[in-house]
């Protein structure tokens, strides 16, 4: 029985204590985005397609790489050219990039890479109702797709 006491005594000091925190909880709350805003770092924009590919192209599928870029494939319906491009977030020094544009039959790739400041392609390729495999590469960080936007499939566009 004295433990039943102990438990009900601890109780009631926690559903107190509890009560407290719930009167509080507004004031804290209000205060609490504010604090919170001020010592979260800001996110690094993602790049934004620069139009390098040309005139007539415009963007039918990207890819995020990592928090430092985003590689855009991008379409001419004119030509029946695709283009990828990686661009990074935030030009700076030098760094290792890539931006790779290929079909599978027959095997064909277009590859530009070095060490770029701002962004690596633009690469172009005649893809006209053929699936493409894309990529882009900043510092390391991969990303892009395999088999997509195939001709007249538009749910992969």
Known sequence: MIDIRRTAAIGAAVTATAC???ALAPAAVAA?????????APKAAAAQYNGVCGSGYAVVNSAQIGTKGTVFLTYNS?????????????????VH???????ASPTTTVTDTGYFTTYAGPVY?????????WRGEVSGEVAGK??????SLATNR
Not at 78 to 94: D, F, H, M, S
Not at 125 to 133: F, P, Y
Not at 146 to 151: A, D, E, L, S, V
């Open 20 to 22: 407290a925190a719930v």
């Open 78 to 94: 004119a030509t029946g050219k695709n283009c990828v491009v990686t661009i990074r977030n935030k030009p700076g020094k030098a």
């Open 32 to 40: 609490g985005p504010t604090a919170q805003r001020a010592t979260t």
């Open 125 to 133: 390729l005649d893809a006209r109702g053929l699936c493409v495999t």
């Open 146 to 151: 395999n088999g997509t936007n195939c001709g």
């Open 97 to 103: 990039m890539t931006a790779s544009l290929g079909f």
